[in-house]
């Protein structure tokens, strides 16, 4: 075999590896992905006094599908809304303890689930962080 006719064999393979073809199956596997609401969302809650507490997060919504991205940020107005819809009917106490704040989280991803829902025909959210979460 000549240094030619080896150099032409791995050509092909290597033009085989990076074909479209090959390429393609390898990107419609689905890679999660996050989606981060931005700005902060910032809403009152009621306290004990009558008075208004304030209440500000982050949120990292999961999907299992990354090419589902677009479909969060063309309903971004609507998650949000619901979002600050949910915040605002919590009692005190619920957005100080932990175990409240957790059936916050999972409140909050089933009213992001339900929105998606109606207007995808999918539940897209798999997971929703907090990854900010202050209150006054």
Do not use: W
Request: aromatic residues 6%.
């Amino acid at each position: 075999m000549t240094k030619k006719s080896l150099f032409v064999g791995l050509l092909l393979i290597i033009s085989q590896l990076f074909s479209p073809a090959v390429l393609a199956a390898e990107d419609s596997t689905p890679q999660m992905g996050y989606f981060t609401l931005a700005p902060d969302l910032t809403t009152n809650f009621v306290t004990k006094g009558k008075k208004l507490g304030y209440i500000q997060i982050r949120v990292d919504i999961l999907v299992a599908d990354s090419r589902d991205l677009p479909s969060l940020e063309h309903h971004n107005p609507q998650i949000r809304n619901s979002l600050v819809d949910v915040l605002g009917q919590q009692p005190e106490q619920r957005i100080k303890s932990l175990a409240g704040r957790e059936e916050i989280r999972k409140e909050c991803l089933t009213a992001i689930n339900e929105i998606l829902l109606t207007e995808t025909g999918k539940t897209l959210a798999v997971d929703l962080l907090f990854t900010k979460y202050i209150y006054q």
